[in-house]
Nanobody, 111 residues
Framework: QVKLVESGGGLVQAGGSLRLSCAASGIIFRLNTAAWYRQAPGKQRELVATITSLGSTNYGDSVKGRFTVSRDNAKNTVSLQMNSLKPEDTAVYFC?????WGQGTQVTVSS
């Protein structure tokens, strides 16, 4: 059974940083493309970042230069380092790989 569990969300002031982590069981991250999505209230789910099995990364335009996605093969985790956070980054952040979603973690950025 595949399970993805996100952690690291919380409340932070604008300009601050948070690091999200996604731990996987039942699936190996390094064999798949993994992604972070986010969904703000009343908005569609938005792709934030991806990391391929070869380690190539891509980012949504709104987070380029501020967010960094990475993978720890030994721990089978994928992380999202978020710097220079803005109120518009407030959303529930989801981890995704293959066809599986995590339950999400709330990130709230206060102005």
């Amino acid at each position: 059974q595949v399970k993805l569990v996100e952690s690291g969300g919380g409340l932070v002031q604008a300009g601050g940083s948070l690091r999200l982590s996604c731990a996987a069981s039942g699936i190996i991250f390094r064999l798949n493309t993994a992604a972070w999505y986010r969904q703000a209230p009343g908005k569609q789910r938005e792709l934030v970042a991806t990391i391929t099995s070869l380690g190539s990364t891509n980012y949504g335009d709104s987070v380029k230069g501020r967010f960094t996605v990475s993978r720890d093969n030994a721990k089978n985790t994928v992380s999202l380092q978020m710097n220079s956070l803005k109120p518009e980054d407030t959303a529930v952040y989801f981890c995704y790989t293959s066809v599986y979603w995590g339950q999400g973690t709330q990130v709230t950025v206060s102005s």
